[in-house]
């Protein structure tokens, strides 16, 4: 293989994974010079020019002229008699620079060359990636979905490199093909058996916050800060968020006119609720805020061991606690609480626990009545049957069957 073919073969694969014209000429002057050097010894003086214009390459072997008979390392010295071969004027002590030419090489040698060439490549490329990515940890990036697997999928970015998002860190809702473009924020990024890794993910909180500032244009100017955010991805979201501008309603730009800005946000994560509350210093409102829509009546804190007794109105603990108890979850993540909730204590006192109905109505009933906040008979009785039915998921006839049970105990 000639030397410019030799050039030209690995320019094409610099070219295509995009690594500048320097970084390229200064791989291919070490590792001749490296593979020279395995030759004649490290001791050799060699020099390695490139003309990338050109796409050649000259190699010389540098030696000092010694009297004949004198040569103790062919690598390091050239007789006289042998150096006036090449220009009749030299003289002991010159140095000769010889060039040597790639067919002087032996195959095994131009195999070297080619493995050397692409494995620098390839770790330079995987210093590359790794380093890329380290410093977007926490940035939106768009990929193309390549390959779906059980426990991830592959994503290629616009250079082609392989991204990984696990099955974990996607929305439960989310389905993808191939070919589909999908918007994720870079999670972590790892050495794995010697390889970068770079994972992404839609269920972070910090996609969100990112969305936030693509979305809202305070945000992103730093006029509206983002100070916390907790996710129950795919299901429901709370952001609190501060303005330092008494002229900028912070929930109201968060939400757009009519929802307009908070409304792309929203459909980016498969209809997940999100709840944008004022965030304050005085955790009483805070709380309050935070189990939103729910109307709070009264408040006890313990700080001391950092939990909430609220108490409410009967029909107001089904919105505090929420489908699945995702509101009072977050609530609590919210707000670094633990909140158990109280009906008012002058409310209707008698009042019967469902466990008590266990021989009339079945397990998974109750347990898909207290799901939703209704322990009591009462509780359940303060909601329509059709309200019950939507947010517990049962049917319409069982929940009339349940409150006709309630309601000849209540009677009785």
């Not at 593979?35 to 010389?60: S, T």
């Not at 709370?238 to 002229?247: C, I, L, N, Q």
């Not at 919210?334 to 008012?344: A, E, K, S």
Request: hydrophobic share 40%; aromatic share 6%.
């Amino acid at each position: 293989m000639s030397t410019v073919n030799l050039i030209e073969s690995f320019s094409e694969f610099k070219e295509m994974k995009n690594i500048d014209r320097v970084t390229m000429m200064g791989i291919l002057e070490d590792v001749f010079k490296g593979v020279v050097k395995k030759k004649y010894g490290e001791e050799a003086n060699v020099d390695v020019i490139i003309n990338p214009d050109k796409g050649d390459l000259e190699i010389w072997l540098n030696r000092v002229i010694v009297e004949d008979g004198m040569s103790e390392d062919d690598a390091l010295e050239i007789e006289l008699a042998e150096a006036r071969k090449i220009e009749p004027d030299f003289e002991v002590g010159e140095e000769v620079s010889q060039e040597l030419k790639i067919p002087e090489f032996l195959r095994r040698n131009i195999l070297s060359i080619k493995q050397n060439l692409q494995g620098r490549i390839m770790e330079l490329e995987k210093d590359h990636l790794y380093n890329k990515y380290k410093e977007r940890v926490g940035e939106i990036i768009t990929g193309e979905v390549y390959q779906i697997w059980k426990r991830e999928t592959l994503i290629l970015d616009d250079e082609g490199n392989e991204l990984i998002m696990p099955k974990d860190q996607q929305i439960k809702t989310d389905f993808f093909k191939k070919g589909d473009t999908v918007r994720a924020v870079v999670w972590k990024v790892e050495m794995y058996n010697n390889s970068p890794r770079v994972l992404l993910s839609r269920t972070a909180p910090e996609f969100l916050e990112k969305l936030f500032e693509q979305e809202v244009p305070e945000v992103m100017d730093g006029l509206i800060t983002i100070k916390r955010i907790v996710r129950e991805p795919g299901e429901r979201a709370k952001v609190a968020v501060e303005s330092y501008d008494d002229r900028i309603d912070p929930v109201g730009a968060c939400v757009g006119m009519k929802g307009s800005r908070i409304h792309g946000i929203v459909r980016e994560l498969r209809n997940e609720n999100i709840d944008v509350i004022n965030w304050t210093a005085n955790e009483q409102l805070l709380i309050q805020r935070a189990l939103s829509p729910a109307k709070i009546g009264n408040i006890k804190l313990d700080h001391e061991r950092k939990r909430a007794e609220v108490y409410m109105k009967p029909d107001q603990v089904a919105l505090a606690i929420g489908k699945g108890g995702h509101n009072i979850k977050l609530a609590g993540k919210l707000t670094g609480f633990d909140i158990d909730v109280y009906r008012d204590s002058d409310e209707v006192t008698d009042d019967v626990d469902l466990e008590e109905f266990a021989d009339e109505i079945e397990h998974w009933i109750i347990d898909a009545l207290k799901g939703i906040g209704c322990d009591t008979a009462r509780s359940v009785l303060d909601l329509s049957v059709e309200e019950l039915a939507k947010r517990t998921d049962l049917e319409e006839e069982t929940i009339a069957e349940v409150v006709k049970i309630l309601k000849n105990e209540l009677e009785a």
